[in-house]
């Protein structure tokens, strides 16, 4: 169970990094929609990990959370590649030489 002080803390460090985090992750994405969803699997993961943050306004909470959402931000979209090769048809790979 998440503490009173850490809800706020998580309150806080979400409406200050939030357009951050949206900025890195559309930086590596190229697309607003995947870039949210990057976002919020960032902020979930920050949430359940409120507790290693100390003091929400050091540089080093600022690089952790840029981080975050930067692995989000891979992570979704070696998933979409990963998903676009699997759905080319066999017969494009004939065509190959």
Known sequence: MISDDDR???EYLYDKHKKLMLYISYKILKDLNLAEDATSDAFIRIYQNIYKIEDPDSPMTVSYIATIV???????LNKR????????PDSLEENFD
């Open 81 to 88: 590649r990963k998903h676009i090769m699997e759905e080319l």
């Open 8 to 10: 706020k803390k998580f």
């Open 70 to 76: 930067r692995n989000a931000s891979i992570t979704l």
